[in-house]
T-cell receptor, first 116, second 112 residues
Framework: DTAVSQTPKYLVTQMGNDKSIKCEQN?????MYWYKQDSKKFLKIMFSYNNKELIINETVPNRFSPKSPDKAHLNLHINSLELGDSAVYFC???????????????FGPGTRLTVL | GENVEQHPSTLSVQEGDSAVIKCTYSDSASNYFPWYKQELGKRPQLIID?????GEKKDQRIAVTLNKTAKHFSLHITETQPEDSAVYFCAAALSGTYKYIFGTGTRLKVLA
């Protein structure tokens, strides 16, 4: 299946722990993103990566560190988890901006993170 | 900073009626405006988008209009069906900047 996939789907952990979320896309896109969706459903961009380079970092605490080993993967590592980190985290990807399909984002299924 | 306001936050319509959701953006340089539908527990999925060089775009029961001067864009759903019930998000972006500002979402309920 061609898609954006994320693992795990659910993540329950204690405060202070370190955890990672993985994202992979097999759509051949150059740009990948991480979004946070809080309990009120607000969707907020956290990071954008283009060709493995960080483009956008939206005032996210430095406890959050994205890593892009290649164009198809963008992982999110979170240190010292806090209660306020509980949310659904969505990965997304989009194709290069010189095509007709410019800017269309395709979202992964989301990872629901619960910090206890 | 850039901002996208979306109204209403909730909308209930009778099946078969029309629904309209409105968004206003602050960055006049924005030139790409997608709309996403998110069903409960699912991912946001693109339903329609419009670029700043057109004023209207239609796809079956869904249409989007854009007023660049007023920095407004709207989603119109005609002949609503129960399966249209979901949260709808608008967004504004400048092509090539990789930054999308999302509206706060509208929960649409279509009553059978």
């Amino acid at each position: 299946d061609t898609a954006v996939s994320q693992t795990p789907k659910y993540l329950v952990t204690q405060m202070g722990n370190d955890k990672s979320i993985k994202c992979e896309q097999n759509l051949g896109h150059d740009t990948m993103y991480w979004y946070k969706q809080d309990s009120k459903k607000f969707l907020k961009i956290m990071f954008s990566y283009n060709n493995k380079e960080l483009i956008i970092n939206e005032t996210v605490p430095n406890r959050f560190s994205p890593k892009s080993p290649d164009k198809a993967h963008l992982n999110l590592h979170i240190n010292s988890l806090e209660l306020g980190d509980s949310a659904v985290y969505f990965c997304a990807s989009s194709p290069r901006d010189n095509t007709f399909r410019t800017d269309t984002q395709y979202f992964g299924p989301g990872t629901r993170l619960t910090v206890l | 900073g850039e901002n996208v306001e979306q109204h209403p936050s909730t909308l209930s319509v009778q099946e078969g009626d029309s629904a309209v959701i409105k968004c206003t953006y602050s960055d006049s340089a924005s030139n790409y405006f997608p709309w996403y539908k998110q069903e409960l527990g699912k991912r946001p999925q693109l339903i329609i988008d419009i670029r700043s060089n057109v004023g209207e775009k239609k796809d079956q029961r869904i249409a989007v209009t854009l007023n660049k001067t007023a920095k407004h864009f709207s989603l119109h759903i005609t002949e609503t069906q129960p399966e249209d019930s979901a949260v709808y998000f608008c967004a504004a972006a400048l092509s090539g900047t990789y930054k999308y500002i999302f509206g706060t979402g509208t929960r649409l309920k279509v009553l059978a």
